[in-house]
């Protein structure tokens, strides 16, 4: 058996075979190995760089006792770092695997996307967690920044969690069982200082003290960055980190703490960076300097035949995470239809597919060279002067015998005619896909080894053929050509391509499905077929999982695992979020909906299908031990209890903490309706108290699930704990609406104490970006209050104002305004979307505030449109609107009205304006509509633009009563009727 300190030899002679040095784990305690020196500082510069050492990591707040099976206080990294990108560093990776023992042909080794960052250290980058058989056993990161500097050249970084690896290869389920060395347990040489550093770190750390540590050693920090002194500088920011720790798993860490601690190192991290640059510039970069790659030279080919063929051109990548594939797919599709359609080329259909390796672009018919052109160059006008026609003769090189006269706009001008030959596809097609190359961005950008280059994750090859014939062209350090790569684990993971046309059928036979239609019907009919006899996958439930899992394999490959019938007590929904957010497992339901204990997982390639299935079912057991741990802590805990430690936790550092938002939520839920009723009392108390659970730490996605559970457990009524689940709803578009008042009434306080301090603090969202889930926010008001025709008197622009004055910081007017204009763009947006005519929605809109009223008014628009009687009350107002200047008053002396019409119009006003204010459309209709036939027969009878200035006024000003009538439902100038 392989054990743990065999792990660490063999790992560390495998990287110092690959040139890396060995330096030993830092002398203080830190929370990663990224923040030892050999990787923090030495990332930084151009320097090369390469490195491994283990790392003791230490976490107080993952202290658990030695009582969870995989949470550990101090877990044991191994920390490779590589500077420069040597340009194969996923490969490299894969023979540490290797060197372990590890058959990565028959397990499922996937590149998961995670983007890491620590902001109390500025720094961040982009890359995966690598899982063997679904269990998390690395993180895989190209650094983009330390310190808050851009670091050129990028460094990869890899981290073992040497534990879990060995758990896995030992087949154990609990950290103190791993076979440390021959003979010896894990748990017989750390279980003791497991135990005895969880009680210091959750009990007896001395509050006090830590605190004027934290500040003793900040200060020290700052001392030695003052005397130019980085590497002991560090040395005290990491103890800083240390004491602020320690004083966060002992639950004495404000909001503001945090917010200032984490400003604190951020500011004195950046310092030692720049510093360490600083030295090491002037000591003259001992390790000398890193040479960027020098560009590519393109091959030549001369292609021969004049027929059309097709072009395919691939795009290939280190793993793409799903949203960016599919993203990146569209835009190659756009970029390359319009860089075609800028030449002469002719063609046929474009296709392009999407994997988590690849881009491809197959278009069909491409002729062998562009259609000959005559292009013609305009010159002076035919009767300019002898001079400036030699001159444009000259500049064009030609004698001016040889212009000739071509019109333009009527005008003669002599002009010159070039006769431009097409040029050949090849090198057409190469300045075309160089620039679409070039030019591919996602949401998220990092850079790598070539210095030119930057997308998603590093692109690593380019295949480019117009039929048999390589497509000439370089980008950066790249060169197209004939050769591409299928899965790792294929016998030839490299290959060369005979021809265009056999392209996608050599990917085909190598176990790459191009198309993510085929892909997705594979682990469709594919799970299907898994559990046909005992159950069913709920395909349209799981169809944004099945979308993910569709862009996170090549070669599809479903498997069914199992899991023990005792973890379904647990609630269904922590099954499910484990299963789908975690693992990206397909649940299995039976005909009833209610969960199996079975699951469908996805490996990517041909893999040892029983060995795949039992690695994956340990990592659900283990999960689902920690679900079950974590659910049982929270169950003793009494909601009171959690609700305090919401202190603990902030919600931004400009607005407080969950604590305060929580107070502020259930103070504007209650102050809503005029006699809260004793659920939404209670309701208030405890809303968002579960975000102090365990459980919904480890799984935020659950919040307000857990509510309503550990509510029930403690005691509350069915009706408390459903309002405290409803809460939170709506999550996401689509997703389920309160059903309770008590509900409705906290989750629109919820949001719109979200709106008012958001938008005060960050801003409202623009274009498509919202990562702060304010558009949602909004969604959720407009679809909340529409749900609830009872709450439609509450004033959602108003209760924002509530929502205001109870934030930390000011919120000024503006800001309301146009939070109040961006509600009233996203309910016009949702109205027009379910398909009401836009005048009518714009008719309404002065009601945004009030959805549910506004769909009160669309319903009985929708019906009055029908009817003669409101069509002549909705024509005589308009008349009205139409011939009253803007500014005229409602207001007239009736003495001066002699006419009979018009008598009998103030009469018909007077009684329509006596009448208590219609509460809608219909009441409106039925009361107004008296004054259509006086409104027809005044302006049939009446000069309303009397010479009698006096008279004049007086008409006006009745027609401008008319004018107003109904103008509190409607904006009437924008029905179109």
């Known amino acids: 058996m392989l054990t743990m300190?065999?792990?660490?030899?063999?790992?560390?002679?495998?990287?110092?075979?690959?040139?890396?040095?060995?330096?030993?784990?830092?002398?203080?305690?830190?929370g990663a190995g990224t923040l030892n020196p050999a990787t923090f500082l030495r990332v930084?510069?151009?320097?090369?760089?390469?490195?491994?050492?283990?790392?003791?990591?230490?976490?107080?707040?993952?202290?658990r006792y030695g009582e969870n099976p995989n949470r550990l206080q101090t877990h044991t990294q191994l920390q490779v770092i590589l500077k420069p990108d040597p340009g194969n560093p996923q490969e490299?990776?894969?023979?540490?695997?290797?060197?372990?023992?590890i058959d990565v042909t028959a397990h499922d080794v996937r590149f998961v996307e995670d983007n890491w960052a620590s902001p109390a250290l500025g720094a961040w980058g982009l890359g995966w967690e690598v899982w063997l058989d679904g269990l998390e056993i690395t993180q895989f990161t190209y650094f983009q920044q330390a310190g808050g500097l851009n670091l050129d050249p990028p460094s990869v970084e890899i981290t073992y969690g040497i534990e879990r690896i060995v758990m896995a290869l030992q087949g154990v389920t609990h950290f103190k069982e791993i076979e440390y060395a021959e003979g010896v347990s894990y748990g017989e040489v750390f279980g003791q200082s497991e135990y005895e550093m969880s009680r210091y770190y959750l009990d007896d750390a001395d509050v006090p003290a830590n605190r004027r540590l934290l500040e003793i050693y900040a200060a020290e920090a700052q001392r030695l960055i003052d005397a130019g002194l980085p590497v002991p500088a560090h040395t005290y920011v990491l103890k800083c980190s240390q004491a602020f720790n320690v004083l966060d798993s002992r639950g004495a860490v404000s909001t503001a703490d945090r917010a200032a601690e984490f400003a604190r190192m951020r500011r004195l991290a950046g310092d030692v960076a720049r510093l360490w640059q600083t030295r090491r510039e002037e000591l003259g970069h001992p390790l000398g300097v890193v040479t960027p790659l020098p560009p590519a030279?393109?091959?030549?080919?001369?292609?021969?035949?004049?027929?059309?063929?097709?072009?395919?051109?691939?795009?290939?990548?280190?793993?793409?995470?799903?949203?960016?594939?599919?993203?990146?797919?569209a835009q190659v599709l756009r970029e390359l239809t319009e860089r075609l359609a800028g030449t002469r080329l002719a063609h046929g259909d474009i296709r392009v597919h999407a994997t988590p390796r690849r881009l491809i672009a197959v278009v069909a018919e491409v002729a062998a060279r562009e259609d000959d052109h005559v292009r013609t160059v305009k010159g002076p006008k035919a009767a300019a002067p002898q001079q400036a026609v030699a001159g444009f003769a000259r500049s064009q090189g030609v004698a001016v015998d040889s212009l000739r006269t071509a019109d333009f706009g009527g005008v003669p001008h002599l002009v010159v005619e070039r006769h431009e030959a097409g040029r050949a596809a090849p090198a057409v097609?190469?300045?075309?896909?160089?620039?679409?190359?070039?030019?591919?961005?996602?949401?998220?950008?990092m850079r790598w080894s070539d210095p030119n280059l930057s997308f998603t994750r590093p692109i690593r090859w380019l295949v480019a053929l117009w039929g048999d014939w390589t497509v000439p062209f370089t980008v950066s350090a790249l060169r197209a050509g004939r050769d591409t790569r299928v899965l790792r684990t294929a016998a030839r993971p490299r290959i060369s391509v005979a021809s265009a046309e056999t392209?996608?059928?050599?990917?085909?036979?190598?176990?790459?499905?191009?198309?993510?239609?085929d892909r997705r019907e594979l682990i469709v009919t594919g799970a299907q077929d898994l559990v046909w006899d005992t159950g069913r996958i709920d395909i349209a439930g799981e169809s944004a999982l099945i979308e993910t899992i569709t862009y996170l394999v090549e070669q599809p490959t479903p498997l069914l695992g199992t899991f023990d019938e005792r973890y379904l007590e647990l609630p269904a929904a922590v099954l499910t979020t484990v299963m789908r957010k975690h693992q990206r497992y397909l649940a299995v339901r039976d005909a009833d909906g209610a969960l199996l204990p079975l699951f469908v997982t996805v490996a990517n390639g041909q893999v040892d299908v029983e060995l795949v299935r039992a690695g994956n079912e340990a990592v659900l057991r283990a999960r689902y031990e920690d679900a079950a741990f974590f659910y049982r802590a929270d169950r003793q805990t009494p909601p009171a209890a959690m609700r305090e430690r919401l202190r603990r936790l902030t919600f931004t550092d400009k607005l407080g903490s969950m604590a305060d938002r929580a107070d502020r939520i259930a103070a504007l839920a209650t102050s809503l309706v005029s006699d809260p009723s004793p659920t939404l009392l209670r309701a208030a108390e405890l809303v968002k108290f579960d975000l102090g659970a365990q459980l919904v730490t480890e799984m935020t996605g659950l919040a307000g699930v857990m509510a309503r559970d550990y509510a029930l457990h403690a005691g509350e009524s069915r009706a408390v704990a459903q309002a405290v689940y409803e809460a939170e709803l709506p999550r996401h578009a689509g997703d389920e609406l309160p059903a309770g008042e008590p509900g409705a009434l906290l989750s629109l306080a919820d949001r719109l104490d979200l709106v008012a301090g958001l938008a005060a603090t960050v801003g409202l969202p623009t274009g498509s970006s919202d990562p702060f889930a304010v558009r949602r926010a909004v969604l959720g008001l407009i679809a909340v209050h529409r749900a609830h025709p009872a709450l439609s008197g509450i004033s959602l622009t108003a209760a924002l104002a509530t929502a205001a004055a109870a934030q930390p910081v000011d919120v000024p007017e503006r800001v309301l305004a146009d939070a109040g204009d961006f509600l009233a763009r996203r309910l016009e947006q949702v109205l027009v979307e379910e398909g009401h005519p836009v005048d009518r929605v714009r008719a309404v809109l002065p009601h945004a505030g009030r959805p549910a009223f506004a769909d009160l008014l669309l319903a009985q628009l929708g019906r009055l449109v029908a009817e003669r009687e409101f069509l002549a009350l909705a024509e005589a107002i308009q008349r009205a609107r139409r011939i009253v200047p803007d500014g005229t008053a409602a207001a007239y002396d009736p003495a001066l009205l002699k006419e009979p019409a018009e008598v009998t119009l103030h009469e018909a006003v007077r009684a329509v304006r006596a009448q208590p204010a219609p509460a809608d459309l219909s009441g409106f209709t039925a009361v107004a509509g008296r004054i259509t036939g006086p409104v027809r027969a005044f302006f049939d009878d009446v000069f309303v633009m009397a010479d009698d200035p006096a008279v004049r006024a007086a008409r006006l000003g009745l027609l401008a009563c008319v004018r107003d009538l109904g103008a509190d439902l409607l904006d009437w100038p924008r029905l179109r009727l």
């Open 92 to 101: 490299l990776y894969l023979g540490s695997l290797t060197a372990l023992g």
């Open 5 to 30: 300190q065999d792990a660490i030899g063999r790992l560390t002679a495998y990287w110092t075979d690959q040139g890396c040095l060995v330096v030993q784990p830092m002398n203080t305690e830190v």
């Open 429 to 445: 097609l190469g300045e075309v896909l160089a620039k679409v190359a070039g030019g591919l961005r996602s949401a998220k950008n």
């Open 297 to 329: 030279a393109a091959e030549q080919e001369a292609p021969l035949g004049d027929e059309p063929r097709t072009l395919v051109f691939e795009i290939g990548t280190e793993e793409m995470p799903p949203a960016e594939a599919r993203a990146a797919r």
């Open 44 to 63: 930084l510069g151009p320097e090369p760089w390469r490195v491994v050492y283990v790392e003791p990591s230490v976490r107080p707040d993952d202290s």
């Open 503 to 517: 392209f996608m059928e050599t990917l085909a036979i190598n176990g790459v499905v191009a198309d993510a239609e």
